[in-house]
């Protein structure tokens, strides 16, 4: 194990953190043939040269085996490398060293700013016993979180006073609610035409849907909120996310009967419902279209941090979501409508399944101007041969944080709190201005229902048929280069890969059927 | 609590067979909480999770909205599971529940 140098030491640091005596350790293994690991390899290790140093299983337990007779816990085991935990004693006493406190620039967004970790002159005299079984042992930093640097939050202010039905004043082009989303995607002409979405019942899994905020009443719209397993009080949504998305399907299919199926659990943000937990959930309101801006990300990740290890594409789907695919896929064959988030530069899933809508981003400018968004996800999926996502796209911004959509959450919510840092908006207020393929997903959805109400016999490929070839050709910009290993997909005339069909035009869809 | 996604087998994606896999997995220990047309949800204690399948599991953290979303659920790791054995008639996968975006 290296010794390092202190990062930073700053008395402001000093005052606030405090290591953890819990160490998590990384441990590494040596291959049979030769006792070599990956540690003492000079070359850059890749995925094809990982797998010539794996150990065998083995020798793994066998290492284990004696960690945890000294008293450490295993918590993870792959097939290169293992995860244990111990205390600052255990791991000195066992490895022969004396560790340090190291401190984190407090202005880093990490998981913890203080940790131990032996200095650069510290001995390192582990049991031989151990070191002849393993490679190396590393203990883990604290996590760096994927926002960009910390900005000083305020207090989250629950609810001292209920925020204005009315949207703040932010000074830069954005979209408003409930007019301008819909107007965009040509809803007013299927709105005056008496199409609403009456009748049709649409289904939205997310983090929690508070309806209580003044601008849903103001607006007459109307909803229920069932609780998916483990998730608690169906009036709250600490995240905000479910309450701001929802806003995109109330603007263009008012009149649709809207069920939201909340997922979190306000008392342990680590719990909480799984998204087959909510999708499954969500069927048993007898849906005609279900709307999810939620997903995985298939490439290389760290599980641990969710942090991307390669922008490659995985090319298998894991076990774990092949139950939420065969549900999704059965849920399809019975007339289910279902729309998914492309994703905001993520290889999403189940956002990539054939069977789905896939919804991508179109930027609108304030003339008019059509362009691909950056922030959306564009790419041929490895797992789905010929697969191209997104189908067609709704409204999103661009990059760096798509801030394009004033929509009503949650007063001191956490998406309240964080988008203050850059959308102009307060940390209480109850606005924010963003997007995403979150927002595209709810407003295909809304315009799915206007369909359904004017055709209730309209097949779930049906629907993705008219909605393609009614789409509105969007030829310029190129969609996020982190969804397509690094290279953007450009938008071109007819369709493309970074948007697809292009942007979705509602009035067009609803006359053809 | 450790959530579980459970996919029934071909012959047996049925409201009978969901309803057997349902009481079958109470027998070993696994708390039902709710189901599809082809999979079962379920729970089962942190402390007797590895006795049943026979890996460890890793809790995740949560993590805040981040630049390219609206935040990471908290959820739970591991490697892929081994069906027990009195649900190998019925059951085609099992799996633990793992964290997702907000996209």
Not at chain 1, 301 to 315: A, E, I, M
Not at chain 1, 397 to 407: K, N, T, V
Not at chain 1, 490 to 501: E, F, I, Q, V
């Amino acid at each position: 194990m290296k010794r390092v140098q202190a990062i930073h030491n700053t008395s402001r640091a000093r005052k606030t953190t405090k290591p953890s005596e819990e160490l998590s350790i990384a441990i590494t293994f040596r291959r049979p043939q030769d006792g070599l690991g990956p540690t003492k390899l000079s070359a850059r290790l890749s995925s094809a040269s990982v797998a010539a140093l794996r150990p065998d299983p083995l020798d793994i337990d066998r290492a284990l085996y004696e960690l945890h007779h000294r008293g450490f816990v295993v918590s993870a085991k792959g097939k290169l490398t293992a995860s244990v935990r111990g205390n600052r004693r255990l791991f000195e006493k066992v490895f022969g060293t004396k560790l340090k406190i190291f401190r984190i620039d407090p202005t880093q967004e990490t998981s913890s700013q203080a940790f131990y970790y032996p200095p650069p002159d510290a001995q390192w005299k582990p049991d031989p016993a151990i070191m002849s079984l393993i490679d190396d042992a590393y203990i883990q930093w604290p996590h760096i979180f994927m926002a960009a640097k910390k900005k000083p939050k305020p207090k989250p202010q629950p609810a001292s006073g209920q925020p204005s039905a009315t949207a703040p004043s932010v000074g830069y082009f954005h979209l408003s609610m409930p007019n301008d989303v819909p107007r965009l995607l040509n809803v007013p002409q299927v709105h005056a035409a008496g199409t609403t979405g009456k009748g049709v019942r649409i289904v939205m899994m997310d983090s929690g849907f508070a309806h209580s905020h003044p601008y849903f009443k103001a607006n007459n719209y109307t909803s229920s909120v069932a609780l998916a397993p483990s998730a608690s009080n169906n009036k709250t949504d600490m995240n905000g996310h479910g309450t701001g998305e929802s806003a995109n399907i109330f603007a263009i299919a008012p009149g649709a009967s809207f069920i939201g199926i909340k997922l979190d659990d306000d008392a342990n943000p680590q719990g909480g419902a799984s998204i087959l937990e909510g999708f499954q959930e969500a069927l048993k309101h007898k849906p005609q279209v279900i709307s999810v801006s939620l997903g995985y990300d298939l490439c290389e990740t760290n599980p641990f941090t969710g942090q991307r290890t390669s922008d490659k594409h995985l090319t298998t789907l894991p076990n774990g979501l092949k139950a939420l695919e065969a549900e999704i896929q059965a849920a399809v064959a019975n007339g289910v409508v279902v729309v998914f988030s492309a994703g905001n530069g993520h290889v999403s899933f189940p956002g990539m399944m054939p069977e789905i809508i896939s919804a991508g981003g179109v930027f609108v400018d304030e003339n008019g101007g059509m362009t691909a968004s950056d922030y959306a996800s564009a790419f041929m999926s490895k797992i789905y041969s010929g697969r191209s996502v997104p189908d067609f796209c709704g409204l999103v911004g661009m990059q760096p944080h798509a801030d394009y959509i004033m929509l009503p959450i949650p007063s001191g919510c956490e998406i309240d709190r964080d988008n203050s840092a850059h959308d102009k908006t307060t940390a209480s207020d109850g606005w924010g201005v963003f997007s995403g393929t979150s927002a595209a997903a709810p407003q295909l959805a809304g315009v799915c229902a206007l369909l359904l109400e004017k055709n209730g016999g309209l097949t779930p490929s049906d629907i993705k048929a008219v909605l393609k070839r009614s789409c509105r050709d969007v030829t310029t910009g190129s969609a996020n280069d982190a969804s397509n290993e690094g290279h953007a997909v450009k938008a071109s005339a007819g369709l493309d890969g970074a948007t697809g069909a292009g942007l979705v035009d509602a009035f067009a869809a609803w006359k053809q059927i | 609590m450790i959530k579980l996604q459970i996919l029934v087998r071909q012959p047996w994606r049925t409201s009978e067979g969901i309803e057997r896999v349902r009481e079958l997995i109470q027998t070993i220990g696994i708390k039902p909480t709710v189901s599809g047309r082809t999979t079962l949800s379920a729970e089962i204690p942190e402390d007797s999770f590895e006795d049943v399948f026979k890996v460890p599991v890793t809790k995740v953290a949560s993590r805040p909205p981040s630049e390219r979303d609206f935040g990471r659920s908290g959820g739970n790791i591991s490697d892929d599971l081994i069906i027990p054995e009195p649900l190998r008639k019925y059951v085609e996968n099992i799996s633990v529940a793992s964290p997702y975006f907000r996209m």
